[in-house]
């Protein structure tokens, strides 16, 4: 492995002479990359939630980007520089994600942005991005309206995403419900903008491949629900066949072992959690992940049996010592996305780098990727896979993978209304 | 519909565990402990490390809420027995401060992962209530529940320590005019309510994901069912919680829209009517 020797000695190299010299020190170490003569790092704010029954999640992500930056910079950074990256904990909130995003730019001097977990921050962040001029790049909040209305039909340039939107959850799900035996659908999920746009989407796509399904109920559980049996009880009461949800993180493991103590698994044919294959899930459930469940994420770490792949799982679990869950891949796929970006523009400003992203290709771990150009959106395919206990690993993993292309299940431009 | 609201109750049991304690602590020592649903975390975590040594939920539902009784110990004996006499916003202070640091502090010795053990399997069967089926595990809450209740009354009620809790609620210069030992006593009384927090959260060890910050959600839900009932009411938060309990399941099924704000349109509605709560005490 000669390379990688090469980039430890070129790191090793490099932490010296910035220890003993400082950074005014000319830069011959970034020979590797086109070197832009920055005579700066490059700073990349991160927001995530990193606290309360959620904060797994941003864990997963910190670790992504962590991972990335260290990876970038052992290479000699970009075009030359160092990423210096800087974490901050988004809450789930709007006015924490907005008073985050103009500290990064404002106060803290960031070139980009990253992260973000929640739609309705990414909508309200991706609002002020003109205004702040900088790139974001969104790597978890999934709502179609930031694609399809803010970039697409409103022409806020500003914004990109790198993860697969709630067409994971609404589309692809569908794809997978129309041939399983089930006509009455409920859902449990989470009572703001993510739970309801796919519900909505499910229902709508769902209803034209299979147009005798029938959806019966539904309850939305507020963020913070520590308990759901009210909610289980409810929806069992309406006799569904099948359970859709979108709960995620900590609630989605909560909601798991509820609805198993309540028997949903022996009276329902299919339950299906489109962010149920998301590590901190596959690991919080652990033996207690029902056989049979129906699961996604926006990235699943065995798919696909790829070089690129594998190589990101070795060097994630390298670092971490776990297997990486779907924002450690978005987060590590953005700074790649930059990376490339910055270095195509040969400059750091914002206009040229949105050229640059704008069709950009990329080879990422979740497979070969194209940001489209109309609406600023990664474009890649996730598959939906039944949960399995196979003694392999230390958590559940995901079988019988339903592969879809993203042709097939990726809203396009101009982005009819869903109707329903 | 009778079903909905029995599941309702059993949620209600976490929340009278937590509550009772609270209001038992502000009852005599005039405290409203923020960190009450941290203590209520801690009990969930020391289960969980429990078990894992143990194998057993049984000794996990013994240890958990014995260990968080000593940090119930340790929290009033070192810290808040040195702000009795300070304003209450001093008292608010330091038990928030205790809320984030124990919250840092389980995320650093277990890390952010959601942690949740197995469901006992003597508890994960079911019983056919009507056509509905009702979980083992929430009729077990439910007696806990009940049975704590009841353990608590004849405490106060029938022991001498309790007529000295009672006392020392209704009059503390008087009873320690009496001869009551005030700092042992408070020591005692908050041991006590750290031991139920503990007791709730080691009860949702197996059934809820735990993870830091997971006592956040459950202390604001005490306070409003301690004002609701009556701060220092016991009676009070035991209906409280009741109350709260039924409203969010009839209220999901009902009139989902509202059901969040239910609760604290009920809390508004008794401080409206009666602020002392509805089994509080009308101070002067």
Redesign the interface.
Known sequence: MAPRRGATRRRFLKSTALAVAGLGLPRALGAATADLKLKKPIKIGCQTI???????Y??FMRKGATLATEEINAQGGIGGSPIEISFRDEELKVDVGVKNARYFVDDWGADFLIGIDSSAVALAVGEIMPSLNRVLIVTHGATEKYNEDLVFKRHVRQCFRVCVPVYQDGIASALVAKDLPVKRWATISP?YEYGHTSWKMFRAYLKRFKPDVEFVGE??A?F?T??F???I??V??LSPEGIFSTEW???A??MV??A????VFE?TKAFMIGMGAAM?VL??????YPDGVWASGRYYFGYPDSAENKRFNDAFHKRWNTYPSYPSETAYTALQALKKAVEKARSVETEKVIEALEGLELDRPAGKCVIRKEDHQAVYAVPWGQIRHDPKFPMPTLTNLKVFTADEYYRKPPFAPVEG | MLFQGLVGLSEAMYLWLVAAGLSLIFGVMRVLNFAHGSLYMLGAYFAWVAFRVSGSFWVALLAGPLVVAAVGWAMEFGFLRRVYSAPEAFQLLLTFAFVLMLDDAVKLLFGPVYQSPPTPAALSGAVLIGHSILPTYHLFILGVGVLVGLGLWVLLWKTSFGLVIRATAADREMARALGVRAARLFTWVFVLGAWLAGLGGALSMPVRAISPGMGEFIIIEAFVVVVLGGLGSLRGAFVGSLLIGLLHAYGLLFMPVFELALGYMAMALVLIVRPWGLFGIREG
Request: proline share 2%.
């Open positions: 990193l606290s309360g029954p959620l904060g797994g941003g864990e009572d309850s939305f507020k913070g520590v308990d049996s009210s909610h009880s409810k069992m009461g993180g900590g609630e493991v909560t072992k509820q198993k103590l309540f028997k009276q901190d690991q919080g459930l652990g033996a207690d």
